[in-house]
T-cell receptor, first 113, second 116 residues
Framework: QKEVEQNSGPLSVPEGAIASLNCTYSDRGSQSFFWYRQYSGKSPELIMF????GDKEDGRFTAQLNKASQYVSLLIRDSQPSDSATYLCAVNEGSGGSYIPTFGRGTSLIVHP | GAVVSQHPSRVICKSGTSVKIECRSL??????MFWYRQFPKQSLMLMATSNEGSKATYEQGVEKDKFLINHASLTLSTLTVTSAHPEDSSFYIC????????????FGPGTRLTVL
């Protein structure tokens, strides 16, 4: 069974701090990895994706992928109260071109002033 | 960026009626569209995957005769909740993906269904 695991939280950080969100996945054949942000009552919005091992930076966000350890993380620098949301990790797993995405249950992030 | 629209954004209906939800990819052609359901404070649950021109693939436990999915074109997929009941009240979200591979899926804004 394909699994994507996230700590449900909540993760509470002070404004201006670095928030670190982690995700592990079970299928070693996974090819692509995504982070989405979901505000309460809204649909998920894409933050970034990563395909290769290492770090990928986009503004205040950095995604880190380690395929050997089967984890992907998201760092949010200079956290703002507006970053308070649920962060979903998604992994494209599968073979033969099916690539059905699997989502984690999400980590709730609270950034307090 | 890629834009996916959903209509209606909110619907309230009586028990026993059918409700159709439209999902459109506005600036790209979506080979694959996904339909999700999310209950309050719970995670996304994939209901079905639809590829243009073929029958949808439903997840285990999702009744295909109750949740009818049509993906008639590369920019439009519809979900019809037939004979809706109060337990079908939920937040329904579609997403669209351009290719079969690693391409990103983009979410629509969601449709909040309330069945009285």
């Amino acid at each position: 069974q394909k699994e994507v695991e996230q700590n449900s939280g909540p993760l509470s950080v002070p404004e201006g701090a670095i928030a670190s969100l982690n995700c592990t996945y079970s299928d070693r054949g996974s090819q692509s990895f995504f982070w989405y942000r979901q505000y309460s009552g809204k649909s998920p919005e894409l933050i970034m994706f990563i395909y290769s091992n290492g770090d990928k930076e986009d503004g205040r966000f950095t995604a880190q992928l380690n395929k050997a350890s089967q984890y992907v993380s998201l760092l949010i620098r200079d956290s703002q109260p507006s970053d308070s949301a649920t962060y979903l990790c998604a992994v494209n797993e599968g073979s033969g071109g099916s690539y059905i995405p699997t989502f984690g249950r999400g980590t709730s992030l609270i950034v307090h002033p | 960026g890629a834009v996916v629209s959903q209509h209606p954004s909110r619907v309230i209906c009586k028990s026993g009626t059918s409700v159709k939800i439209e999902c459109r990819s506005l600036d790209f052609q979506a080979t694959t569209m996904f339909w999700y359901r999310q209950f309050p404070k719970q995670s996304l649950m994939l209901m079905a995957t639809s590829n243009e021109g073929s029958k949808a693939t439903y997840e285990q436990g999702v009744e295909k005769d109750k949740f009818l999915i049509n993906h008639a074109s590369l920019t439009l997929s519809t979900l019809t909740v037939t004979s809706a009941h109060p337990e079908d009240s939920s937040f329904y979200i579609c997403s669209a993906r351009e290719g079969l591979g690693r391409d990103t899926q983009y979410f629509g804004p969601g449709t909040r269904l309330t069945v009285l």
